[in-house]
């Protein structure tokens, strides 16, 4: 393990960063963020850090691990490896800006969290020294520096067809790997790298490079395990900024009411029920006296009253904790509970994670005043919903490296052994702990507050049953099944679907322009079942803050200011820079999975879309009549008004 670490600022992990991941660390350095093995003293995470009120989110997503919070150092420069998550300097090489000469680790005489820059070492130079940008990757998720020494002096280490000096002088100059002797160079608008003490060079393409790591990881320095049975490599020469670099698994659920309402009692006497073992040594005890004893080492153990342990002892040893019962589930069932819970009024505890305000009826009151073109928008919405309060729970379940695409210029030939080879180059999970037997997960709080529509039924149906339309989405549903994407979509691709997801991602587009709102500040939420006949979408914002968002965002669910925005965005949905080729497209974006959608009308930042910006199309709501595809807002005049 290497021990030059650094602290890592919470707000990392919050979104699209996490163990493995580059991280930018001080004075514009990069670095990567190491496995939770090291974020605590001897691996075991702080009791006080526990998440409360988490037991349905584990349950519908399978979680067996307790979850913790991780630790929220200040970023100080004197780092507290109790008190912070821990990241290593990455990638490791440095280069002069002026020569392109190349350095390894030169932090002895200038550490990195010095304001002052390594300087060049050629003393005909001076320049200053700047991080690589390159490393390399494979799919069974490791990450190392690329071997610029191999590189520039093994033969086989570059593409077979570009000659390479392999001189006894160049052998003897890899073998004693002389330090800064190597440089990259910019030649005929190539990269060429190059050897000042034996003259060996090739020209860099990262593409035909063939390298592998070494390592595991920037902070480990064992030996790379064995391939697992059945599997092969496959590894890249990327920038560090490439997607290939990292991509997380995270799993996410919102905190819903009885939960949410954060009753001390309660809470506290569901929490210490998660401790089965510890409850069966209480009861196990041979005496009263013992148990008693055992009972009271157990409250102290967990920071709770007497009471509160006596209370789960009884809930434990009877078998009849009806809150239990009630909070088991499914994957598939955690937003049917999500959308019931948006959808129904209730009372909330002053203490709440998730409060609601109903405006539906406000909505219906207004309809009388509105003109004829905003009396048909406010038809779309049945629910209209003001999120006061929502408490979001992100996961990190994992890691992946290594882009999935086998050979992007893969001829015809090829695609078929390939595609029976998929399997064995799939990139593989690398868990929090990289040895895969933790007993915890990382996973954070998000705050924040929303606006939470459903669409109305009465014209729904009817829409969704239209000939053209369906014929549509079961274009795009087949081409998804062919395609063999690795995104996962809860459910089938129906217009419903699709609808929804186009509203949701206009509606976004509208908040930013109109209402000052950060695209990627916002995220949506998508409810849409046909056999549960739920459909809905919720746009939120939530932060790792306690004290949540501004509000902001909660105040423009009022029904005339939300109506406003209804309107824009569907009046966005008629026009695009790119027409008539979007409207047109059959298939576009990621993996051809969209159809009138792209950056210039419906596309949203990648971190704002449950879906990666994928499954939309604005002609289910501007229409085509050439198709046989009414507009939106024309179905709903004709057949519900």
């Not at 390592?215 to 560090?240: A, F, H, M, N, T």
């Not at 499914?330 to 002053?350: H, L, N, R, V």
């Not at 909505?363 to 999120?387: A, F, G, P, Q």
Request: glycine residues 6%; hydrophobic residues 30%; aromatic residues 8%.
């Amino acid at each position: 393990m290497n021990k030059k670490l650094t602290a890592i600022r919470l707000s990392h992990i919050a979104s699209q960063q996490g163990v493995g991941s580059i991280a930018l660390l001080e004075n514009d350095y990069t670095g990567v963020i190491v496995d939770t093995r090291y974020w605590y003293k001897d691996g075991i995470p702080d009791l006080n850090k526990e998440l409360k009120n988490v037991r349905r989110i584990q349950r519908c997503l399978e979680i067996p691990q307790q979850l913790y919070l991780p630790p929220t150092g200040s970023g100080d420069d004197e780092l507290d490896i109790e008190s912070a998550i821990p990241g290593v300097l990455f990638p490791n090489y440095l280069q002069c800006n002026k020569c392109g000469q190349l350095n390894l680790n030169p932090w002895e005489n200038s550490p990195h969290k010095s304001t002052s820059k390594p300087r060049c070492s050629n003393s005909d130079c001076n320049g200053v020294m700047q991080q690589g940008t390159y490393c390399v990757v494979d799919n069974f998720g490791h990450l190392d520096d690329v071997s610029w020494n191999y590189l520039c002096h093994h033969p086989y280490a570059h593409d077979k067809k570009q000659p390479i000096q392999t001189d006894e002088k160049c052998k003897t100059c890899y073998s004693e790997h002389h330090k800064n002797k190597l440089r990259i160079i910019f030649d005929k608008g190539r990269q060429k790298l190059e050897c000042t003490e034996c003259k060996s060079s090739i020209w860099f393409e990262p593409s035909k490079t063939s390298l592998k790591p070494m390592k595991p990881q920037p902070w480990i320095y064992e030996k790379l395990p064995k391939d697992p049975d059945g599997l092969k490599r496959k590894s890249e020469v990327v920038e560090i900024n490439h997607p290939s670099v990292y991509s997380p698994v995270n799993l996410d659920g919102l905190v819903i009411p009885p939960e949410s309402n954060n009753n001390e009692v309660n809470a506290g006497t569901a929490d210490v029920l998660k401790y089965s073992d510890d409850l069966d040594e209480v009861l196990n005890a041979p005496s009263d006296f013992l148990r008693k004893r055992k009972a009271e080492k157990l409250t102290h153990k967990l920071g709770v009253t007497l009471e509160v342990v006596l209370d789960a002892l009884k809930l434990y040893e009877s078998g009849s904790d009806n809150e239990e019962t009630e909070l088991i589930g499914t994957p598939g069932q955690m937003k049917e509970e999500e959308y019931e819970a948006f959808t129904t009024e209730q009372e909330f505890s002053p203490s709440a994670d998730f409060k609601t305000r109903h405006l539906t009826e406000f909505l219906d009151e207004l309809r009388d005043e509105l003109s004829n073109e905003l009396k048909t928008v406010s038809y779309i919405v049945k629910d209209l919903v003001k999120v006061e309060r929502l408490r979001k729970v992100q996961v990190f379940n994992g890691f992946l490296r290594s882009h999935r695409d086998l050979d992007p210029e893969n001829n015809s030939a090829k695609k078929s052994q390939d595609q029976e080879n998929k399997d064995k180059y799939e990139p593989q999970i690398v868990q929090p702990n990289i040895v895969g037997d933790a007993e915890w997960l990382p996973a954070i709080n998000l705050y924040g507050e929303g606006i939470f529509i459903t669409l109305d039924p009465s014209w729904l149906r009817a829409w969704a049953s239209n000939h053209s339309i369906a014929s549509r989405a079961s274009e795009l549903s087949r081409h998804y099944e062919e395609s063999e994407s690795q995104l996962q979509v809860e459910g089938s691709i129906t217009p419903e679907f699709l609808l929804l997801h186009t509203l949701s991602h206009l509606v976004i587009r509208e908040l930013e322009d109109k209402c000052g709102y950060p695209a990627s500040s916002l995220s949506e939420r998508l409810y849409s079942s046909r056999e549960a006949g739920i459909c809905g979408f919720l746009i939120y914002t939530a932060v790792a803050d306690k004290s949540g968002s501004l509000g902001g965002l909660m105040e423009l669910a009022e029904p005339k200011s939300f109506l406003a925005i209804l309107d824009s965005a569907i009046k966005r949905a008629h026009w695009c820079t790119l027409d008539p080729v979007c409207s047109d497209h059959g298939g576009q974006g990621r993996d051809g999975l969209n159809r009138a959608a792209c950056h210039g009308c419906t596309l949203v930042p990648d971190t704002s879309c449950d879906y990666g910006n994928v499954f939309l199309d604005r002609v289910l709501i501007k229409g085509d009549k050439s198709h046989g595809i009414p507009s939106l807002l024309d179905f709903i005049r004709d057949n519900h008004l």
